[in-house]
Structure formats: structure tokens, C-alpha cells
């Protein structure tokens, strides 16, 4: 059974940081792509970006670009989100999500990702 499980969220000040970890289990890891969605209140979930499989590039979305990080422990099975500069409008419940054998024109498609996790609440907040 595959398992996708997040943690790491809060509340931070604007401008503070955050890491948010993703374990994994019951999956061949490194051959899957990885990534991170969120949802913020009121709107539909939206990427952030993912990490492609077996040493492959990361994608970011343009409202991260430049102050996210998205790096993965393949041996620990774990993917990290490294959120520097958070502003009031990251805040959302951020997830996880795994997906096999995906092309890269679809790595924004949330339908194409085979597994999720259940979520962490990020709120940036003063």
C-alpha cells in the first residue's frame, strides 16, 4: 500500500521560512516523479513544482520561482519543500503527490499523479 505523508507545516511570519518534508512508502521511489500541490481557502488546488525521477530536472511554478526548493532523499524516500520569503499568499495546504511515467508537458496536471498525501496546513501570517 502506498503511502504518501507530510509534515513540517505551521504558522510563520511573512517573510519567515519553512521546510516541509513528504515520506514515502510502499513505492519504487526514485523512478517516480514528485512533486508538490496546495490549495489555498477558496480556491482550487494549483502546482508548485516537481522533482523528476532517477536524477531528473525540477519545475517550478512562476509564483515560487526563486523562493521555493524542492529536493528529494531518494535512500530515505522523502521529499522536501525548502519555502524561503513566504508570503500571506502561500498560505494553503500544501500535498504531495507521486506520479509514474509522466511527460514533462504534464507535470502540472494534477489528474496525472497516482498518489496523494492528506495535507499540511501552511499559514503565513502576522
Known amino acids: 500500500q502506498v503511502q504518501l505523508v507530510e509534515s513540517g507545516g505551521g504558522l510563520v511570519q511573512p517573510g519567515g521560512s519553512l521546510r516541509l518534508a513528504c515520506a514515502a512508502s510502499g513505492l519504487t521511489f526514485s523512478t517516480y516523479t514528485v512533486g508538490w500541490f496546495r490549495q489555498a481557502p477558496g480556491k482550487e488546488r494549483e502546482f508548485v513544482g516537481v522533482r523528476r525521477g532517477i536524477g531528473g530536472a525540477t519545475y517550478y511554478s512562476d509564483s515560487v520561482k526563486g523562493r521555493f526548493t524542492i529536493s528529494r532523499d531518494d535512500a530515505k524516500k522523502t521529499l522536501y519543500l525548502q519555502m524561503n520569503s513566504l508570503k500571506p499568499e502561500d498560505t494553503a495546504v500544501y500535498y504531495c503527490?507521486?506520479?509514474?511515467?509522466?511527460?514533462?508537458?504534464?507535470?502540472?496536471?494534477?489528474?496525472?499523479?497516482?498518489?496523494w498525501g492528506q495535507g499540511t496546513q501552511v499559514t503565513v501570517s502576522s
Open positions: 503527490a507521486a506520479a509514474r511515467g509522466i511527460i514533462l508537458s504534464a507535470i502540472a496536471v494534477q489528474s496525472n499523479y497516482n498518489y
